[in-house]
């Protein structure tokens, strides 16, 4: 299993998702309740009662406090108990974990490790998300996989020849060498395929018009451990303009062992007023993702059937994947 990497920050939803409904997920295993207060800010809390461990996201949103569904222990932002049925004195070890939380380019992520370390200038930044002049669709996945399985299929994106031939995969991108850099100092993967000419899919071709072949350049960027980008850069051959720009970004968060969440979204800067190439990126990112699911899904099945020491054969292709594995191990052994 790939070690969690703990002290780090983590997308835990999207901030869309964070309303004055209760929502539970799961971060390293720990479970956690969202809420925003009525004045708009998102709350993260432990997501287990005090008192008998009843899960608080099953309880009622009353003002800005939680209020437990099994014997009202009621909580404030901070994870304070503030109430207790039958007695007027609280207890002082009645208290849940509150989380550190930031709201930045329409995700919400968390701190995961010692608060005291929770340095909020550290978190990656995907700031096409929400900046103007552009428009993303985006999702959420759970994908019942090691989370290190879903880096390395991001991380090699040669698999797109073949899982996801017909939608974002022409025989370039298997056949095209890749470039890998590592900056350990600032705890970033980079790896680019630069395509000079190649078959433009039906993802480029669909949402950008072109119709012959493309010069098509992907640069990925991994923030260890959980934001990945994908820099995408289309043009027609023989032409340097126009370049469509496309930022591909995913966030993988471990959600427990076994277990991980997908987020994934597609941004353009291009077709902007377009809700014809808006609607069908949803759909087709969508069905691509799902192509990388079920094989994550199929794939994490299989690996279970084995005895763990299988000795894996890795090829050039895997440079990037296992850059970030070490990283990783890196990351959770500090
Ligand atoms: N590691 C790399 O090789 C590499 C290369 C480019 C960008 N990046 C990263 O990508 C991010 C985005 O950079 P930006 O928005 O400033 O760059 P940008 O939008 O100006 O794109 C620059 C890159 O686009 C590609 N490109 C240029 N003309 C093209 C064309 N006609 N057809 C297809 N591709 C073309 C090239 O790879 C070029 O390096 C940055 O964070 C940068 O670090 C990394
Ligand atoms: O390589 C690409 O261009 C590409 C496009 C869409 C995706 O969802 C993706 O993972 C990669
Ligand atoms: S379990 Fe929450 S009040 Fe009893
Ligand atoms: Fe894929």
Known sequence: MTPFARDQWYVIAYAHEVGRELLARTVLGEPI???????????????????????LSESSLVGDTVVCGYHGFTYDTKGACVSVPGQTRIPRTARVAAYPLVEIDEFVWVWIGDPALADETAVPRAEH???????????????????GLLVDNLMDLSHETYLHGGYIGTPEVAETPITTEVDAE????????????????????????????????????????????LHSRISPVGRDEPVFRTEITYAITPSAPGHVYDF???????ATEDEEVTDFLAKFNHTVVMQDVDALNLLQRALDAEPADYQELSINIDAGGLAARRMLAGLAAR
Do not use: N
């Not at 993303?136 to 996989?145: F, Q």
């Not at 899919?201 to 934001?227: K, M, N, V, W």
């Not at 994934?264 to 291009?270: K, L, T, Y």
């Open 33 to 55: 309740v969202l809420y925003r207060t009525e004045d708009g800010r998102a709350v993260a809390l432990a997501d287990r009662c005090v008192h008998r461990r009843y899960p």
């Open 129 to 147: 998300l929400a900046a103007p002049g552009w428009v993303t669709v985006k999702g959420m996945e759970p994908i019942a996989c090691d989370y």
């Open 186 to 229: 600032a705890g970033v993967v980079r790896v680019s395929r630069h395509m000079e000419d190649a078959e433009c899919p039906p993802f480029y071709a669909r949402s950008t018009g072109i119709e012959g072949r493309i010069r098509r350049h992907q640069d990925i960027e991994y923030f260890a451990p959980c934001l990945y980008l």
């Open 264 to 270: 994934w979204a597609v941004s353009r800067d291009f």
